[in-house]
């Protein structure tokens, strides 16, 4: 059995050079492999740790996980500095250099559409959260009355207020989500969603109400950035990230990827 | 507005964040759910390994709608 395989990063247009000093997972050197006007950017890797087993017990090591995505992002982000890029998920291991190629040429068209797509543009992160102490609105509470009599009948009563009113306030703030999202999408060429984060790893007790990731224009990043600005405030925070290398938008090749809207 | 958000916009204009400073669940967002999903021929890919087992699988599962309301209003 085979004791290392060809982790593989990004597909980009061949540009000749690797990108200078890359170093990918694992601490292993980054190598190009072309094929056809594409490059595939690769580094062998010890299959006891990328292997089905090893990787099973990883993946579950915070640290590992962490260093292992970081470096896959840091080759990605160095060679979509250089060329058009189509990044690659996480974690895909081919056994050789050879299969990498034949992957190349098979599906040498789906990689030039997406290139073509991606070509000139960068992704950026928005995320979208509202403040629901901010922005509840105050009901009167029921004071004395039903309250001091029958405690229970009033216990229910604040509840069922207190769930009304944070149903209408997160429907408000989906809303406004949604007008954040067409704002941003004008400027885009293209959006996507993501899952909205947990708050345990955002680390923040609002609400996450968008977690959208936009393709603009390399011309317009700056006025897509000012853009995210002006649509914060009352009790809804806006967060841009980015510019990212085009993960978001790469669902076309894969076939399921990020969840698509029209 | 937010120091990430000017973060953002301070860099947009050098065109790059440095990598250390992208927070992981972001990274993670799109290194686990975007990129290029590949299959055949492969030794393995993450579609492969069992996600509901990962102790992580929080990082790419969905908290829809609903569980958020529950979960706000129950506190």
């Not at chain 1, 990498?100 to 000139?120: I, K, P, Y």
């Not at chain 2, 990274?27 to 996600?51: C, K, N, Q, T």
Request: proline residues 3%; charged residues 25%.
């Amino acid at each position: 059995m085979a004791e290392s395989g060809s982790y593989l990063y990004a597909v980009a247009r061949d540009i000749g050079d690797v990108p200078a000093c890359l170093t990918g997972v694992a601490e292993t050197a980054v190598r190009a492999v072309a094929r056809g006007g594409l490059t595939a950017y690769v580094s062998t890797v010890p299959l006891t740790q990328f292997g089905e087993d090893a990787l099973r017990r990883n993946l579950e090591d915070l640290a590992w996980l962490e260093a292992t995505a970081r470096a896959h992002h840091r080759v990605v982000g160095g060679v979509a500095r250089a060329a058009p890029t189509a990044p690659v998920r996480l974690v895909t291991v081919y056994s050789g250099d050879e299969q990498v190629c034949r992957l190349l040429e098979d599906r040498s068209e789906e990689f030039g559409t997406v290139l073509s797509n991606v070509a000139g543009r960068q992704e950026w992160g928005v995320k979208v959260y509202v403040d629901p102490k901010d922005a509840v609105s105050s009901e009167p509470a029921d004071e004395g009355g039903t309250g001091a009599r029958r405690p229970g009948t009033a216990y229910l009563k604040r509840r069922r207020t207190s769930l009304r009113s944070r149903e209408s306030t997160w429907r408000a703030a989906v809303e406004r989500a949604e007008e954040i999202d067409a704002a941003l999408t004008a400027v885009a060429v293209a959006a996507r969603r993501h899952h909205t984060q947990d708050p345990q790893l955002s680390g923040r007790d609002d609400w996450m109400v968008l977690n959208g990731a936009y393709l603009v224009d390399a011309g317009r990043g700056q006025e897509f950035a000012a853009l995210t600005g002006t649509l914060a405030g009352g009790g809804v925070d806006v967060q841009l990230t980015g510019p990212w290398a085009p993960y978001s938008f790469t669902a076309e090749l894969g076939g399921q990827s990020t969840e698509t809207r029209a | 507005m937010t120091a990430e958000h000017t973060l953002g916009g301070a860099l947009a204009a050098e065109g790059r964040i440095p990598a250390e400073r992208v927070a992981l669940v972001d990274l993670l967002d799109r290194l686990l759910s975007g990129g290029v999903a590949l299959s055949g021929d492969l030794v393995l890919s993450i579609a492969d390994i069992d996600l509901v087992h990962i102790s992580l699988r929080l990082l790419i599962t969905s908290v829809g709608e609903l569980d958020v309301l529950e979960r706000y209003g129950d506190e």
